[in-house]
């Protein structure tokens, strides 16, 4: 008997709001309290001072939260953590558990009417469980039974193409090399991940326009930066270590420009926990110059600052670096005479920021050579969103900005080793130098055709062309866009699998059969034949290095994740495969080596992270070095504005992080820089809008989308007054991910638009 279909969103109920108006400054004392309650509530007192003490320290492990880089050199004693990190910490280190009774206890369709937060404040999975077909509640299953299970289904498919691998980015360099490694050998590059949704094009554009998909600035760029653009980017939530880096900016005389359609609390004042005097005083002012900028209308703002500049270079010509221009790059007159076919009134008017507030930005481009520019998913996520970071990349390279200390490009990411995950080959698109390598390593005849990512993997599954989905970590149903279809899509399959740590709702949208395979956090002991094992990160910043778990696994019938990974491929490849798999997952040594001997960068790889050091992977863009791209120059790009086609009634919604939260993973209810508590449902509207529509505060709407004649609805939502631009709203992200239609995504990099989904409000009656 077919199960029914269950809802997949969040539970509707309103959990007793409470505003306070937004706060002036970010961290402080009260970031502190909120931290240790937090750690404390979670894990006592004495578990939680103990394994806070290890967090970003060289012998600990590193931060479950964002991708944020530590200091190279010293550490603070106080502590090398933030808020938000204790949160992540805190969330992991949990004492509560998911046990095999708790499952007896609920159904999965009683768990899918909780809301996120409920789900995931239940615990740390404890066993393998499995949900057999037809039935309602997950079982106890052993792991050799679930691996055989796994195998049977991977063997029986037609097609190694019918099975889909995704990653979220927690898993480590090991894991993830080894993940990659099983799909390619057994057949498949569907290999999407989180980044998909994420940094995508962040790594499209910066191919394309300086030959590498990363960033090229390192932490000590920032005290060394005369001016540090943070642009579609919420640091003092999101990466709160990154005020430090502002703030040493601004010690050594930087400036600070940031570009946001709100002015986020991180991004006035920051007052740093670890330092006494901050804490005293007011802290540091972070923004000098704030230019509100209208959703999705970056391109506009950017294109009358660099027309400005021109203006001012042809008088005075010291404005632009002409000799990088001439050495380095390319198009250059393409990207000046197409600026010139703009009106810079129509860009003023466009980006909503008035001319006096453009002018103070110029003037700081215009005075200053050394230029950082930060950005994350206020860029990426629109139809547009390759574009937008190659109109960045423009500026950088009009001022001569990259490859020179203190300046460069710096796409912040998200989970602490999305970036690592794709260096060691989770990546859907393979190129001929790594499948030459996998052959010469490992004999094996690894698929040449690209795979799917993640939009077209839920369109593969949604069309019964993928029947088997396995994922490394994340909560793909909750992450995904179009929460309905998507969830149909899951729904479809023969077999779901998760290797998860937490419970989260894509446990519930389950395929016919589906198992959680439950595995070690970042934060516990990995041991083998006696002796604790580490793992390895990659930065934000391109820098490798070890992470060593601490405490006691939640469970001891927790597996590491390569330990899981190598026996689902020993089982699903059996005897023939030359790959030894269980040989690496007993010894990450191993693991490191292979990597070291397939990918370039990694060369004495135990040897450089094993002294807790670590190394920084080689980066052509910090060396200003090109020859890879077309004539061996940087380019200069041609981006054209966006085109919502808005009617009157209409708005563009950007789904956006609350401060207590990690993605799908619902910290708490309290967003306490945006002064709204104890609420998620909540959307953000200019007040002149509410004038318009007569909503009154608080009042309960739908929110629509209208997408190729097909209408979507994310019910009840309460309207709160907010300074926000006229025609613009948020909300958070993942209620609301229900009106993101899955077929439009980002030019080349198929992100989906999850900031800037056209949408009209509704009273709900
Ligand atoms: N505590 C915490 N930390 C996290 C995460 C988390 O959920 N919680 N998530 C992690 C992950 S995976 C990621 S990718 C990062 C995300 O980090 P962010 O990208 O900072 O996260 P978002 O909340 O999506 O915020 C986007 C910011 O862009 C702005 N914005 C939206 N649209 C536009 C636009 O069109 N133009 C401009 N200029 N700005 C715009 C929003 O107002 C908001 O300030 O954070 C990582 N760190
Ligand atoms: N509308 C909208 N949608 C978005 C976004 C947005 O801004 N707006 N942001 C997008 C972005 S940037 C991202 S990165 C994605 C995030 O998408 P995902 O990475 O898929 O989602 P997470 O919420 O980070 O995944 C949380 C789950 O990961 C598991 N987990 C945690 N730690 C570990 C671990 O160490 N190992 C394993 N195996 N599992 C672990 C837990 O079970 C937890 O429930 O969402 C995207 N979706
Ligand atoms: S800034 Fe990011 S990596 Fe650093 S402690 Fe905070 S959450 Fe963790
Ligand atoms: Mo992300």
């Not at 600070?256 to 926990?273: C, H, Q, S, V, W």
């Not at 907010?722 to 958070?732: G, K, S, T």
Request: aromatic share 8%.
């Amino acid at each position: 008997m077919a199960r029914p279909k269950l809802n997949a969103n969040t539970s509707e109920e309103f959990t007793g709001i409470k505003l306070t108006g937004p706060a002036d400054f970010a961290a402080g004392a009260k970031g502190v309290q909120v931290a240790l309650e937090h750690a404390i509530s979670e894990m006592g007192a004495i578990r939680a001072f103990k394994t806070l003490a290890k967090l970003n320290q060289k012998d600990g492990f590193d931060c479950p939260g964002c991708a944020w880089p530590d200091p190279d050199d010293k550490r603070s004693v106080l502590g090398e953590y933030c808020e938000n990190g204790a949160k992540a910490l805190a969330e992991e280190a949990t004492l509560k558990r998911v046990e095999p009774s708790f499952f007896q206890k609920y159904t999965i369709q009683e768990l899918s009417t909780w809301s996120d937060f409920q789900l995931g404040k239940s615990g740390r999975l404890t066993h393998p469980m499995v949900l057999r077909e037809g039935s309602q509640h997950y079982e106890k299953i052993e792991w050799d039974d679930a691996f055989d299970l796994m195998a049977n289904q991977l063997q029986a498919l037609e097609n190694p193409n019918e099975a889909v691998f995704y990653t979220s980015g927690r898993s480590s360099n090991e894991a993830a090399f080894l993940y990659g490694l099983f799909c390619r050998a057994y057949g498949t590059n569907n290999m999407p991940d989180c980044s998909n949704m994420c940094h995508e094009s962040s790594g499209v554009g910066l191919s394309q326009t300086l030959g590498i998909g990363k960033g090229s600035v390192v932490l000590n760029d920032f005290p060394q930066a005369e001016l540090v653009v943070v642009i579609g980017q919420n640091p003092g939530t999101n990466h709160p270590r990154m005020l430090s880096a502002l703030k040493d900016c601004k010690k050594n005389g930087g400036k600070i420009i940031a570009i946001n359609p709100l002015e986020e609390a991180g991004l006035k004042r920051f007052k740093n926990p670890q330092s006494p005097k901050d804490m005293l005083s007011r802290g540091t002012e972070i923004t000098d110059v704030f230019l509100q900028v209208k959703i999705n209308e970056d391109i506009a703002l950017l294109k009358v600052i660099m027309k400005k500049l021109y203006e001012i270079q042809k008088i005075d010509g010291d404005v632009f670096d002409v000799d990088f221009i001439q050495n380095k790059t390319e198009h250059y007159e393409a990207l000046i005479s197409d600026l010139d076919k703009y009106s810079t009134t129509e860009l003023i008017e466009r980006s909503g920021v008035d001319e006096k507030t453009i002018d103070q930005a110029v003037q700081l481009f215009a005075e200053r050579q050394k230029i950082i520019i930060c950005w994350a998913m206020g860029l990426t996520q629109h139809k547009n969103g390759v574009d937008n970071i190659k109109e960045c990349v423009n500026l950088l390279l009009l001022k001569g900005s990259i490859g020179k200390d203190g300046a460069g490009t710096c796409p912040v990411r998200g989970h602490s080793n999305v970036q690592g995950d794709r260096s060691v080959g989770i990546v859907h698109k393979s190129s001929p130098a790594l499948t030459a390598s996998l052959k010469e390593s490992f004999d094996i005849d690894a698929p040449q055709a690209p795979g799917l990512d993640t939009v077209h993997s839920i369109m593969a599954m949604y069309e019964g062309k993928a029947k088997v989905f396995i994922a490394l970590g994340g909560n793909f149903v909750s992450a995904a866009s179009d929460t309905n279809y998507t969830a149909e899509a899951l729904q479809k399959c023969d077999l779901t699998v998760s290797i998860s740590t937490k419970l989260n709702r894509s446990h519930l949208i389950a395929g016919k059969v589906s198992l959680i395979l439950p595995t070690l956090g970042r934060s516990e002991m990995d041991r083998s034949k006696g002796k604790n094992r580490f793992v390895t990160v990659e930065n934000s910043m391109g820098k490798v290095h070890k992470s060593e778990g601490k405490l006691k696994p939640a469970s001891g019938h927790l597996m590491s994740e390569p330990e899981i990974i190598a026996k689902i491929a020993s089982r699903t490849l059996g005897p023939e495969s030359k790959v030894p798999w269980i040989e690496m997952s007993n010894n990450y040594d191993l693991i490191r080596d292979k990597i070291a001997e397939v990918l370039i960068g990694f060369d004495s790889y135990n040897k450089r992270v094993k002294n807790g050091e670590g190394f920084y992977l080689p980066n052509n863009a910090r060396q200003a070095d090109f020859s890879k791209l077309p004539n061996g120059k940087a380019q200069f790009s041609i981006c054209s504005l966006p085109d919502h086609q808005l009617s009157e009634d209409d708005f563009l919604l950007m789904t956006i992080r609350s401060h207590d939260q990690f993605n799908t993973t619902i910290y708490g209810l309290d967003d306490r820089y945006r002064g709204v508590y104890q609420e998620r449902r909540v959307l953000f509207m200019n007040p002149e809008d509410m004038l318009k529509y007569s909503f009154e505060k608080l009042q309960v709407v739908d929110i629509v989308s209208e997408y190729d004649g097909i209408i979507r609805v994310a019910p009840k939502f309460l309207v709160i007054p907010y300074a926000i631009p006229i025609q613009n709203l948020a909300c958070y992200f993942p209620e609301a991910n229900v009106l993101v239609p899955i077929n439009h995504f980002a030019t080349q990099s198929n992100t989906p638009i999850s900031k800037s989904i056209k949408v009209k409000v509704r009273a709900n009656k």
